[in-house]
């Protein structure tokens, strides 16, 4: 069985559950906090979440994690077939991780942890942000999944980074990160249905 480690509060802990579900393998969830503690590096060298255990070994980072059980379980296939294709999906996933959730991340301790931030690093964010979808946008296809006619692991990482990423937009500037963007929205609207994803969010807003 495969160990889950991390907190229901982190997005790539909630996508990698997930992932679990969908591929409809056994696994436990551990709560693990990310600490620089040494158990927990051993685990994750940068001390962040999720991390996964499977025979004694770990692994983090949440693409190598879904990349490893897109292989353990090959259906249902959240890549495509053709090479280029699955390589189109990881290069979506990479823009909206790098360009858009990554970026929105830095005004993260004050929207989470009331820690204020400078007002550069706040203007720096909005900008770099606009880029960010920018070209995100030229990518995502959202007909009716975000990388084309087949569900993949690009509309889990639709679903999990947009989520963060409007939340602080929203409070940090009271601006819809999504307002020139409906077929992301979509996406996003369709993935909440989705069973696997739907399942975690409910196990998400429960308590304990």
């Known amino acids: 069985m495969i160990q889950l480690y ?33 158990d927990n590096l051993s685990r994750s060298p940068m001390g962040k979440m999720p991390s996964i255990s499977v025979n004694g070994q770990f692994m983090s980072e949440s693409l190598a994690i879904a990349a490893y059980l897109d292989r353990l379980e090959p259906q249902p296939a959240l890549l495509p077939p053709d090479p280029f294709e699955a390589g ?12 858009v959730e990554l970026v929105a991340r830095r005004c993260l301790p004050e929207t989470l942890f009331n820690q204020p931030v400078s007002e550069e690093i706040k203007q720096s964010t909005q900008d770099d942000l606009a880029k960010g979808m920018k070209a995100v946008s030229r990518i995502f296809v959202g007909q009716p999944f975000a990388a084309g006619t087949t569900l993949t692991l690009a509309d889990f990482y639709t679903f999990y980074c947009f989520d963060l990423a409007t939340t602080i937009t929203q409070k940090m500037f009271g601006e819809d990160l999504l307002a020139s963007h409906p077929d992301i929205r979509n ?9 696997s994803v739907a399942r975690v969010e409910s196990e998400r807003a429960k308590k304990g």
């Open 6 to 38: 991390g907190l229901r509060l982190s997005n790539y802990y909630n996508l990698t559950k997930a992932l679990l579900i969908e591929k409809s393998l056994d696994f436990e969830e551990i709560k693990a906090r990310p600490t620089q503690e040494e």
């Open 88 to 99: 189109k999906v990881i290069e979506l996933i990479c823009h909206i991780k790098l360009d």
């Open 187 to 195: 996406v996003i609207e369709h993935m909440a249905q989705h069973p």
